[in-house]
């Protein structure tokens, strides 16, 4: 089984855990540690500026990733409120009425 990387940006500290390993705690402070998989290099804890070269990367690349899944949500909400206006204008027919019904649970379960 392969190992990954997990680092405390506060310590400047590597853990290595076996994959699978859901939350890693720093040895040092107890604060939780990031997850960096198996590829990503880790400067050595001497090397502060590349530590915050690679602690800049990572923050902006969850920005990223929360932005997109962010505007992912909308998008898929603007769709529903869509369809929903869609089917109602069509004839009701009992099957409609479960599709939009459907819709609407899905549209209450984006927490946007």
């Not at 929360?66 to 769709?79: A, D, S």
């Amino acid at each position: 089984m392969s190992r990954h990387t997990w680092v405390c940006f506060g310590c400047r500290e590597r853990v290595r855990r076996p994959g699978g390993t859901r939350m890693v705690a720093c040895a040092i402070c107890r604060e939780p540690c990031h997850f960096f998989g198996t590829k990503i290099e880790v400067p050595p804890k001497s090397k502060v500026k590349d530590w915050q070269k690679l602690r800049d990367w990572y923050f902006a690349g969850m920005r990223a990733f929360y932005l997109r899944r962010q505007v992912r949500g909308v998008e898929r909400k603007h769709w529903l409120e869509r369809e929903i206006a869609k089917e109602q204008r069509l004839v009701q027919e009992k099957q409609r009425r479960v599709h939009i019904r459907k819709l609407e649970d899905e549209l209450r379960g984006i927490a946007v």
